[in-house]
C-alpha cells in the first residue's frame, strides 16, 4: 500500500534501536525524510547509516538526552517544520508501589509524560499552519490495563492519554491526527532487561521467564520492531486523517478486553 507521505519529514525521538527504531525504518520505508535521536551517538549513527543505505532518505542525527529540556531544544533545531512526529524515551524501571518517591515520580513523568507534551506544543503550531500533520506517542499497554511492577508507567503514560484525548480533538479540525500505540511485550533490549530483572527476582533462568511470558500471550510470541513500526507507519499516512485520539494496543492479544 502506498501511505503517501513520502517527501514528508518526521522526527522519531528515542530511534537508535528497539520501537523507536521500527518506526523511523517503516516511515523511511514510505520515503519520509528523517529526523533521528537517541544518547548514544555511535548506535544512533550506526542506525541511522543503515536507513540511509537502505532506503535513500535524508536522515538527520542528534545524540542527546531528550528528556531534558536542552536535549528538547537540540532535537527541535534539527526538527523545525516536521510534518510527523514520533515521542519516544526509556521506559522507567520496575519496583513495589511503596518503593517510589516523589523523585521517582518526577522522572517518569518527565520521560513519559511531560516530555511528548512538550514535542506536542512545539511542533504542532507548524502542522496545523500546514494543515497536515501526524503524531503518534509510544506508550504501552499499561495504559489500559495496570502492570504492577511498572507503577511509575502506568501513572506517567496515563496522564499522557489524557492530555492526548483532550488535545487530539482540538487539531484534528486542521488536519492533524494524533494516536497513542500501546506496545505489549516486544523483542527489545527493554524486554531483554525486564526478562533479566524477573530471572534475578525468581530465581529462573532468562528463558524459563521468557517462555513464561510468551505463554501468557495469545499470539503465543513477542512482537517484533518492524511489526510495530509498520502499525506506526499507517498511523502516520494519508490513509490515517479520521483515527483521532486513540490508544491502539500492538500486544498480540495480550491484554484480555472486549474493547
Ligand atoms: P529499547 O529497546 O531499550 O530502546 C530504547 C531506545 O530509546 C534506544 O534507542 C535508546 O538509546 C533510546 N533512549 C532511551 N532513553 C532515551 C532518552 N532519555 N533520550 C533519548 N533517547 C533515549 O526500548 P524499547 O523496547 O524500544 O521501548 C521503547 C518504549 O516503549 C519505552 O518507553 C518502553 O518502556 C516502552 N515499552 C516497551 C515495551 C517492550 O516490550 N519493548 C512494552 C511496553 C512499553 P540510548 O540508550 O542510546 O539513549
Redesign the pocket.
Known sequence: MDLGIGGKRALV??????????CAEALAAAGVDLVM?????E??EA?AEAIRKEYGVTVTTV??????PE?QAEVLKAAEGVEILVT?????PPGKWSDWEREDFIKALD??ML?PIAFMKALLPGMIDKGWGRVVN?????VRAPIGV?GL?NSARTGLTGYVAGTSRQVAPFGVAINNL??????????V??DGGASRAENMTPEAVRARREASIPARR??T?QEFGAACAFLCSQHAGFIIGQNLLVDGGATNLTM
Open positions: 525521538c528515542a530511534s537508535s534501536k528497539g520501537l523507536g527504531l521500527g535521536n537517541a544518547r548514544g551517538a548506535a544512533l542506525s545524540a542527546c538526552d531528550v528528556t531534558t536535549g519516544n524515551a526509556g521506559g522507567p520521560a513519559n516530555t509510544i506508550t504501552s499497554q499499561s511498572l508507567s500501546l506496545p505489549g511485550i516486544h523483542d527489545t533490549d527493554r524486554a532487561a525486564l513477542y512482537g520492531r
